[in-house]
């Protein structure tokens, strides 16, 4: 960056979709050749993509992460999450429980149920790990301007406060989400570094609740139907089909509103995260991605896709019926025949999906967002110096194995 410390610089996305579209099909059907293996290096090169992309003020970000890092740190998290929920099932078996294909008493649906959530809790911890992780390899394998990115190793003191920030919001009911959503986030933003300088998360987190209105609004209109739809459940005839239709409608406005709230609210408490955050003094940053906008994108995109695989499937299973009948009529045996073709159609189908996911929602999304970014004072930059080497530990081995954080 050459501007100077008065100047702001405004962020462009400049990836196209034919190379990227190019770029997914091949990773997918190597992916598939190599029966998953690949999909380490497949990452790999999308984020190089992506990254060089990004253009802030004619310099660009730099992604040097490796497949093989990646799936090393894949197989040591596999050893240990085998090791962790066996010894998790060994402690339920322990205590009288364990796993019932086809519960046929009471007790045994309770105990099912009971092994199930226990289980999950389990794992939630080593989600909530593996998020951090993730974080911190991408940061670690990032650099602008030469200069490496970088975060603290402190995983599982962001464990226990994300544990304890969850449980408080459901205990409130959500009102407490404000208060989850910005001190997470100035944990993980107070431990990252741009070479040797810190970035730092001001702000309030009372200041997130003006991007909570939405979701507000929702929850008064369900909160309002709630009576009418007691009497629905609590009452027949002409007074229950009266109240029914007043309740579901309004039950539906109020589910529309407040999903529609939980984006709105995603969307501005990144707003305000970002213009509150700073790196080297004075070097501030805004972004101001539009909640219709993302919602617009994942709509036409969902459609796009939709009816695109509809019509690959209808296409390919056409063609796979027809090999399938040819080659029954001259004898072959069309049963095993028939499965590898199948497989192979749905394979390819799942590779295809999953290109335009990533071309259709997953980019444009990024690029609206990196669209409206400006960087100012970009010249304090002249002050970082270069950090140490972070060999990465696990790799996001275990966000690979818990499939966290799983679009780019």
Do not use: C
């Amino acid at each position: 960056m050459t501007e100077t410390s008065s100047s702001a610089v405004s962020a462009r996305y400049t990836g196209l979709k034919g190379p990227l579209f190019r770029l997914a099909i091949v990773n997918g059907f190597l992916t598939i050749l190599t029966l998953g293996i690949y999909r380490f290096w497949a990452k790999t090169r999308v984020r190089k993509f992506i990254w060089s992309s990004v253009d802030l003020g004619g310099d660009r970000p730099e992604y040097t992460g490796t497949g093989l890092e990646k799936f090393l740190g894949f197989l040591v998290a596999v050893v240990v999450l085998a090791v962790y929920l066996g010894l998790i099932q060994i402690l339920l078996f322990y205590f009288g429980l364990h796993f019932v294909f086809e519960p046929q008493t009471e007790a045994e649906i309770v105990m099912q149920g009971a092994v199930f959530y226990i289980s999950l809790f389990a794992v939630l911890p080593l989600i909530l790990f593996a998020r951090y992780r993730s974080r911190r390899y991408l940061m670690a394998r990032t650099r602008f301007l030469g200069i490496r990115f970088g975060m603290e190793k402190n995983a599982w003191g962001y464990v226990w406060r994300a544990l304890a920030h969850g449980a408080l919001t459901v205990a409130t009911l959500g009102i407490l989400l404000p208060r989850q959503t910005f001190w997470l986030e100035k944990y993980k933003t107070d431990r990252t570094w741009y070479g040797d300088q810190p970035f730092v998360q001001g702000g309030k987190w009372t200041g997130l609740y003006r991007a909570m209105r939405h979701l507000f609004i929702g929850a008064a209109i369900l909160f309002a139907a709630a009576p009418a739809i007691a009497i629905v459940m609590t009452m027949q005839g002409k007074s229950g089909e009266s109240a029914a239709t007043v309740a579901v409608p309004v039950a539906l406005v109020g589910g529309l509103w407040a999903v529609f709230g939980y984006l709105y609210y995603r969307v501005h408490s990144f707003r305000y995260l970002t213009a509150h955050k700073s790196l080297v003094g004075d070097m501030a940053f805004r972004a101001e991605p539009r909640t219709g906008r993302i919602i617009g994108i994942y709509l036409i995109g969902a459609l796009l896709v939709g009816a695109i695989v509809a019509v690959a499937f209808a296409f390919a299973f056409g063609v796979a019926g027809a090999t399938i009948a040819s080659a029954g009529s001259s004898g072959a045996a069309p049963g095993i025949l028939g499965v590898v073709v199948i497989a192979l159609v749905y394979l390819g189908i799942l590779t295809l999906a999953g290109a335009l996911i990533l071309v259709f929602i997953v980019q444009p999304v990024f690029a609206h967002i990196v669209g409206t970014l400006t960087i100012f004072n970009p010249g304090a930059l002249a002050e970082v110096r270069q950090r140490a080497y972070d060999a990465g530990a696990d790799a996001e081995g275990f966000a690979d194995a818990l499939d966290v954080g799983g679009a780019i």
